[in-house]
């Protein structure tokens, strides 16, 4: 079994299980107003000001978005998790189709 790193480990654990969630429709201004929402509300709970960095997963060597993980002083490790998961199933899916072969 692999060992993951341990900073790794007790941000999954303190966070626990998570699920899949979406917003109801709405437009294209409604969703931007509700994320800056979402930046104020992290801003006020982590006391941060000024320019914060906007994590997320990326397609590799691209600026297409996948997800965003936030701004928040964890959510760089979120945005870890998150693509080291993607990348694991990306090889497990190029096993298992070469496989098939």
Known sequence: ????????????????KV???????????????DFANTLRITRESFGTEGDRYLHGVYLSGTATVLC?????PN???????????W????DIADAQQ????
Do not use: C
Request: no cysteine; charged share 20%; hydrophobic share 35%.
């Open 1 to 16: 079994m692999t060992r993951l790193p341990d900073h790794i480990a007790e941000q999954l654990l303190a966070i626990g």
């Open 19 to 33: 699920e899949h969630g979406r917003t109801h429709e709405q437009t294209d201004e409604m969703h931007v107003k």
């Open 68 to 72: 965003h993980t936030g701004t928040s």
């Open 75 to 85: 959510s760089s490790v979120h945005a870890d998790i998150i693509t080291g998961l």
């Open 87 to 90: 990348n694991h199933f990306v």
């Open 98 to 101: 070469r496989d098939a072969l």
